[in-house]
């Protein structure tokens, strides 16, 4: 079971409750300052970055013989997780990260965005 959650620009949130499709829209671009603060306080959550590719850069949590993985690319963040323990962590994680409000949640499995 593999479960993923998305992390967008405020304003992803916006287009997407106009009633566009999430996959028909151009997500805009993450403001640099929210990735600032969000990979200061990532690593303050215990992620280590393990590597960039052109999809962007890539950073690991362990979590009871699983893992997390949070991908940071230009106009989005996903935290991944395969397992019951990481896709808590993930989740929960995730949830945390973007009380600051400068960035969004999306949960591709239930199809909604999170109430901040």
Not at 30 to 38: C, G, I, R, S
Not at 84 to 98: K, V
Request: no cysteine; proline share 7%.
């Amino acid at each position: 079971m593999s479960y993923s959650v998305l992390l967008f620009n405020p304003a992803m949130k916006t287009l997407a409750s106009n009633r566009y499709e999430l996959d028909a829209v151009k997500p805009p671009a993450l403001e640099p300052q929210a990735v600032t603060v969000f990979l200061q306080r990532l690593e303050r959550y215990g992620y280590s970055f393990t590597g960039r590719s052109p999809a962007g850069e890539e950073f690991t949590k362990p979590v009871r013989g699983a893992t997390v993985v949070v991908l940071v690319g230009s106009s989005e963040i996903s935290f991944s997780a395969s397992s019951e323990p990481a896709i808590f962590e993930a989740l929960q994680d995730a949830s945390e990260l973007t009380d600051r409000g400068d960035l969004a949640l999306f949960n591709p499995q239930e199809g909604s965005w999170l109430e901040a």
